[in-house]
């Protein structure tokens, strides 16, 4: 019966030949470069009171410019603070506002989202033309806006400023996941069963919409750190004191003047290297999400 | 209205804006009762408005005209369904046809089926020995509690489904078209389920299906659906024994009969 | 001709919405309104001298009063003064829109182009090496802030070259020397194009590598049409109304860009000029801008609008088997 079998079926020495598919394991496909650089980064900047030889705020009006030496590793800013103590220090502030307006877009998101998925037709018109009208305003004239109302910057205020202004693409994503979710079944059921409105969002619709919306909200963690930095260096963010990757940008300026190239590439390589490392891991995200969907 | 009737369902219609001027009347003064402990089976083609009147009965749809009374309350008006909510969630479950989309992937059966009692009482998850009872009356053992849906069969999954609906203690269940997306052999273990639970439990049944022979197997009384309209109602055996209404035979003259030789007759008459 | 009608009153409506928020969140917003108008002067002032110069501005008034009083101006096509620059703020606006529009212009049209260019070309030579580098290459450039890439440039070619100035729109005397004028504006518009050329380019790439999948590429290659024929035809006439509906909407969006280029190279443009009105409460200007800003916004993304639904008749046929989708799920 097998020998039949295989007469009229694939011949053998031609199924051989077939090179095995290589089997990528889980690890192979993450960016370990990009990863081990940001936990570095990350870590450096939650223990910098272990990392900094100096106190960064302090203002060393004898030692002010200087270039990269062994007492001032990365040198001196204009104000003679060190600047490779303020990179750790404000490093936290930098990833603490992107993170925190990450997390603020993407609550406004989610609810939004979900709402216009779940509302009437006429309601989930209304919000997403209102929706795409805000997308279609530049983010920095809105940031612009809001942080003249606020007053006076401080990262909290910034971070909310950033995430009350960035959360318009992710709703977008989640209502229309949403829009197609809300017609299974089982969310009919929990609705029958008197499942409130959090509580389907909690169970059904989040666990189900939230891989799609990771690589945006990983990107968005990315965007964010770029509008502080792009904030403070105007003058309408973070102000001097506070110290962040983007306010030691804003003494540029003066260090254009007198050449003190270490004042603008030193926190400007520290930035786009923890965003190119974001952006590697984000991407990882997206690739596998596309695989899981051809795969289905 | 009579004392003995759970659910009553008066000149029920619906309709579906399709566009500005376009509507669809997708149920037409639909009444029928269902006794306290009774399976009542609503039959007819794909589009006659089966589902919209179950969809109607489970407030899922708010109906354009006519009334549905619950225990002799009128489910329909919002002040009405929001004074009893409670007691309406629990007391009507509904079980759906595509058991794949009725259950959410991401949750694992235990979950499923203890869903209801969870919302129903606010705390956390019950007791696993309640869920492990539960899975026990429609035949499935406690190793499925910790399976997520993708891991079992379509019949496996209705099952679950069913044990979800029934842990409230339901008083009424409606379940459409339950057995459609089904093989043949497990629509019958599920018919014969449905039937045990019922005698066991006591709940009213509402069955809605297009298969003619599980209905006649199962139900004590029958509607049949044309077009949106109910046309003939009855006891099934009356229905079955003597149709009125020209649909109605139609639909019966299609039902295979697991007898070749009448099987063959029936051909020649049409 | 129904449509189009429709379309102005939105329009119409937008704009005057627009207005009214604007007017009000700029006046409640903290901030000395004289200050700019006085200066330092503002500090030494008695209250008697404040309730005079505010008369005279027509602050004292409820807000509401302020904004129809400022309405009834435009439709006298009045827009009033800048307090800042003592004059008209239309005068002060047209000295600056001149440098804007060449800017953000050159800016647009170089994306537009380079965009499509880049992006055929990747899906052309997909996974080829040179799709490869300029893919990795944009990725890289776009994690780089626009405005520390604008000041390294500086930092390289005016600072440590002396190549080219790093700021203003033309050197001091020389408004008409055109030569001049683009020396000023190659690095702002180095900056510009760099950091949204990709993000438009990629667009194209992925929007052209669906288009090469779909079955009548298949179907003209089996006919014995060209690559490039294919490619540059037949591909490009599907992807263009969806390109051009999303670069009607990159309009702001490059705009947006603009303002930090010119913040950062001090280009006398509009950018700054909305930075410097809102700081000082310039109302006037601040109104005016954000009107015109807004226009432009509101315009761009109705033309995008029209451009999906009126010039793809793809779109259109999508549009309703969607609706009759929903239709039947009802």
């Known amino acids: 019966m097998s020998d039949l079998?295989?007469?009229?079926?694939?011949?053998?020495?031609?199924?051989?030949?077939?090179?095995?598919?290589?089997?990528?394991?889980?690890?192979?496909?993450?960016?370990?470069?990009?990863?081990?650089?940001?936990?570095?980064?990350?870590?450096?900047?939650?223990?910098?009171?272990?990392?900094?030889?100096?106190?960064?705020?302090?203002?060393?009006?004898?030692?002010?410019?200087?270039?990269?030496?062994?007492?001032?590793?990365f040198g001196t800013d204009t104000m003679g603070r060190d600047i490779f103590s303020m990179i750790w220090y404000g490093g936290r502030q930098s990833l603490f506002i992107g993170i925190a307006a990450t997390v603020i877009s993407t609550g406004i998101a989610i609810i939004f989202g979900t709402v216009s998925g779940m509302a009437p037709e006429w309601l989930d018109m209304l919000l997403m033309r209102a929706t795409e009208i805000l997308l279609s305003i530049p983010n920095l004239l809105t940031v612009i806006f809001l942080q003249a109302i606020l007053g006076k910057a401080n990262v909290f205020s910034l971070s909310f400023v950033i995430g009350i202004t960035s959360w318009m693409s992710i709703a977008k994503i989640i209502r229309t996941e949403v829009r197609q979710l809300r017609n299974n079944e089982y969310v009919i059921a929990a609705r029958c069963m008197g499942g409130g409105f959090f509580y389907i969002l909690y169970k059904h619709l989040a666990p189900n919409f939230l891989s799609s919306i990771m690589f945006m909200v990983v990107m968005n963690i990315r965007s964010a750190i770029v509008e502080e930095s792009t904030l403070s260096f105007i003058g309408i963010g973070l102000p001097l004191e506070v110290i962040s990757w983007g306010s030691m940008l804003s003494?540029?300026?003066?260090?254009?003047?007198?050449?003190?190239?270490?004042?603008?590439?030193?926190?400007?390589?520290?930035?786009?290297?923890?965003?190119?490392?974001?952006?590697?891991?984000?991407?990882?995200?997206?690739?596998?999400?596309?695989?899981?969907?051809?795969?289905? | 209205m009579e004392n003995n009737s759970l659910l009553d369902v008066q000149h029920l219609s619906h309709m579906f804006h399709l566009k500005r001027k376009m509507t669809v009347k997708a149920i037409d003064d639909v009444s029928f009762q269902i006794k306290k402990g009774e399976i009542y089976g609503l039959v007819g083609e794909s589009g006659s408005g089966k589902s919209t009147v179950a969809r109607c009965i489970m407030n899922i749809y708010k109906p354009s005209e006519g009334e549905i009374f619950y225990k002799g309350i009128p489910i329909c008006k919002n002040k009405e369904f929001r004074k009893n909510r409670k007691m309406l969630q629990m007391t009507r479950q509904m079980i759906f046809q595509d058991s794949a989309s009725s259950l959410n992937p991401r949750m694992k059966i235990e979950d499923i089926v203890a869903e209801p009692l969870r919302i129903y009482s606010g705390k956390g998850r019950p007791g696993k020995k309640e869920i492990e009872k539960q899975l026990e009356l429609v035949g499935l053992d406690r190793s499925y509690m910790e399976k997520y849906p993708c891991e079992l069969s379509g019949g496996q999954r209705q099952r679950v489904a069913i044990a979800r609906a029934l842990s409230t203690k339901p008083e009424l269940i409606v379940a459409d078209e339950?057995?459609?997306?089904?093989?043949?052999?497990?629509?019958?273990?599920?018919?014969?389920?449905?039937?045990?639970?019922?005698?066991?439990?006591?709940?009213?049944?509402?069955?809605?299906?297009?298969?003619?022979?599980?209905?006649?197997?199962?139900?004590?009384?029958?509607?049949v659906m044309y077009h949106g309209k109910l046309v003939e109602e009855g006891r099934t055996k009356d229905i079955f024994a003597h149709p009125e209404h020209e649909y109605t035979k139609a639909l019966l003259a299609a039902v295979p009969i697991p007898d070749p030789r009448i099987e063959r007759q029936k051909g020649e008459v049409l | 001709m129904l449509y189009y009608g429709k379309k102005l009153v939105i329009f119409m409506i937008s704009v005057g919405l627009l207005s009214l928020v604007t007017f009000y969140v700029s006046r409640l917003a903290p901030g000395d309104p004289l200050f700019s108008y006085y200066g330092e002067r503002v500090e030494k002032m008695s209250p008697e001298e404040r309730e005079w110069a505010e008369e005279k501005l027509g602050l004292n008034d409820k807000i509401s009063v302020q904004y129809s009083r400022w309405i009834n101006q435009v439709f006298h096509g009045n827009f009033g003064r800048s307090y800042k620059y003592k004059m008209d703020v239309l005068d002060v606006l047209k000295s600056r829109l001149g440098n804007t529009l060449l800017l953000g212009g050159t800016g647009f049209l170089i994306i537009f182009a380079g965009a499509l260019l880049l992006g055929v070309i990747c899906a052309w030579k997909e996974g080829g090496w040179l799709d490869k580098i300029i893919c990795k290459a944009g990725t890289i450039i776009s994690c780089v802030p626009e405005f520390w890439l604008a000041l390294v440039l500086i930092l390289v070619f005016s600072v440590s070259l002396r190549w080219l100035p790093s700021s203003g729109a033309y050197a001091v005397g020389q408004e008409k020397n055109i030569s001049d004028r683009i020396l000023h504006m190659i690095l702002p518009l180095t900056v510009i194009v760099t950091e949204h050329l990709w993000y438009y380019g990629y667009m194209v790439r992925n929007k052209m590598l669906d288009e090469i999948r779909a079955d009548y590429v298949l179907l003209a290659k089996a006919k014995g049409i060209k690559k490039s024929r294919i490619m540059l035809v037949h591909c490009m006439r599907n992807i263009m109304p969806s390109y051009l509906s999303i670069m009607a909407i990159s309009v702001t969006h490059i705009m947006?860009?603009?303002?930090?280029?010119?913040?950062?190279?001090?280009?006398?443009?509009?950018?700054?000029?909305?930075?410097?009105?809102?700081?000082?409460?310039?109302?006037?200007?601040?109104?005016?801008?954000?009107?015109?800003?807004?226009?432009?916004?509101?315009?761009?993304?109705?033309?995008?609008?029209?451009?999906?639904?009126?010039?793809?008749p793809r779109m259109r046929i999508s549009r309703q088997s969607e609706m009759q989708e929903v239709d039947n799920y009802e």
Not at chain 1, 258 to 277: D, E, H, K, N, S
Not at chain 2, 195 to 214: C, N, P, T, V, Y
């Open chain 3, 256 to 312: 947006g860009g603009t303002y930090v280029a010119e913040t950062v190279f001090s280009y006398p443009g509009i950018g700054t000029l909305a930075y410097e009105s809102a700081r000082y409460k310039d109302y006037n200007l601040l109104m005016i801008i954000s009107l015109m800003s807004g226009i432009i916004i509101i315009a761009c993304n109705m033309a995008a609008q029209i451009l999906n639904e009126r010039i793809d």
């Open chain 1, 251 to 296: 003494l540029s300026e003066k260090a254009l003047l007198t050449g003190a190239w270490w004042i603008i590439l030193i926190p400007g390589v520290f930035l786009v290297v923890t965003l190119l490392c974001i952006t590697s891991i984000g991407d990882c995200i997206r690739k596998k999400l596309n695989k899981q969907e051809s795969n289905l």
């Open chain 1, 5 to 73: 079998f295989e007469m009229v079926g694939v011949k053998p020495e031609l199924a051989e030949q077939q090179v095995p598919e290589k089997e990528n394991r889980w690890y192979d496909t993450i960016p370990w470069l990009s990863v081990i650089i940001l936990i570095l980064i990350v870590g450096g900047c939650l223990f910098c009171n272990r990392i900094m030889t100096k106190d960064p705020s302090y203002m060393d009006l004898k030692n002010y410019t200087i270039a990269p030496c062994k007492e001032f590793l």
């Open chain 2, 178 to 223: 339950p057995i459609a997306s089904l093989d043949v052999s497990i629509q019958a273990q599920m018919v014969n389920l449905f039937r045990k639970l019922q005698k066991e439990q006591g709940f009213s049944f509402l069955f809605i299906a297009h298969d003619l022979s599980m209905v006649e197997f199962l139900c004590d009384r029958t509607g």
